[in-house]
């Protein structure tokens, strides 16, 4: 979806989105160009993991009004309920800065 609406290559949108604005200088997802499979694909270090977790909660990349939206309970309506992983919220798709 990124790639289509961007119009950037998978390794494109992850230089231009993840490792460029965070300093991610030794991060790198390799695999098929069309489906890399990011879930499972990243390959990082203790030091770019720190970086980012710095630019987000630092509100460097993005807006801590943005980084708050990422953050919000998307699931209200699971509260009554015993999930395993707790809230969910949508984060990893507003991470694209220069999106409308």
């Given at each position: 979806?990124?790639?289509?609406?961007?119009?950037?290559?998978?390794?494109?949108?992850?230089?231009?989105?993840?490792?460029?604005?965070?300093?991610?200088?030794?991060t790198?997802?390799?695999?098929?160009?069309?489906?890399p499979?990011?879930a499972?694909c990243?390959e990082?270090t203790?030091?770019?993991?720190?970086n980012?977790?710095?630019?987000?909660?630092?509100?460097?990349?993005?807006s801590?009004?943005?980084?708050?939206?990422?953050?919000?309970?998307?699931t209200p309506?699971?509260?009554k309920?015993?999930?395993?992983y707790?809230?969910?919220?949508?984060?990893?798709?507003?991470?694209?800065?220069?999106?409308?």
């Open positions: 979806m990124a790639t289509a609406a961007s119009n950037l290559t998978i390794q494109e949108v992850l230089t231009k989105y993840l490792y460029k604005p965070y300093g991610m200088i030794e790198n997802c390799e695999g098929n160009s069309s489906n499979a990011l499972i990243f990082t203790g030091s770019d993991y720190q980012f977790l710095a630019g987000v909660l630092s509100y460097k990349v993005l801590k009004e943005i980084v708050d939206a990422s953050e919000k309970n998307m309506f699971m509260s309920h015993n999930t395993m707790g809230d969910y919220g949508f984060g990893h798709f507003l991470f694209c800065f220069d999106s409308p």
